[in-house]
């Protein structure tokens, strides 16, 4: 009878531990499929563009482009001209610019991708053209009360061979049709200085 018992209060035991074995289980689940939601969610905030990316719209088109450049402080400026087309690509996340023109008497290919990471909280652009083999990538903020867009990081010289020479740069964005790009970078003082200025009017 003893026997019996005990066989019965195990078997008891045994449904007991697998009914909460699998109310655990199950509350397990849930709270899993709960973190995933609140990670999809957290990952659809960050991922999806923001009024960080439209400050950048008046950008969006086909400017023709004047260009100065300086080799140092004091020289008369290299001048030439080009166009820049300007578009949002994946589905307004990154701006993308195609230049076109001349430098130096040669063709002159550009390309160019600009975004805000909200992870991060900072602009990031991309730069690459047919004169280098390197690519430029700076970071930085928008200054609302200048409407300019500041970034600064390093970049490497084909002319000099720096690895890692500072860099620089401002777009102003005046309004839809005009804005203005200054970058800055180290002349053979030590010294920094406007190496180049980019005038951009949009094509009618």
Request: hydrophobic share 35%.
């Amino acid at each position: 009878m003893q026997l019996k018992t005990y066989a019965a209060r195990g078997i008891l035991a045994a449904v007991v531990l697998s009914v909460i074995g699998v109310g655990v289980r199950a509350a397990d689940q849930t709270k899993a499929m709960a973190d995933q939601d609140a990670m999809m969610k957290q990952m659809e905030k960050y991922g999806t563009p923001g009024a960080e990316h439209h400050v950048l719209d008046p950008l969006v088109g086909t400017f023709n482009a004047t260009i100065k450049g300086w080799m140092k402080p004091g020289d008369k400026p290299t001048e030439s001209a080009g166009t820049s087309q300007r578009a949002w690509i994946l589905d307004g996340r990154f701006l993308k610019e195609e230049h076109h023109g001349t430098w130096g008497g040669k063709p002159f290919e550009g390309l160019g991708l600009t975004g805000y990471d909200k992870v991060r909280a900072q602009y990031e652009s991309v730069w690459l053209d047919n004169m280098g083999t390197g690519l430029m990538k700076v970071v930085g903020s928008y200054d609302v009360a200048s409407k300019t867009l500041k970034e600064s990081g390093t970049m490497s010289c084909p002319m000099t061979l720096e690895k890692n020479l500072p860099y620089r740069s401002e777009l102003i964005i005046k309004d839809q049709n005009t804005s203005i790009y200054r970058s800055y970078t180290k002349g053979p003082d030590g010294k920094e200085f406007m190496g180049m200025e980019i005038v951009y009017k949009r094509v009618p």
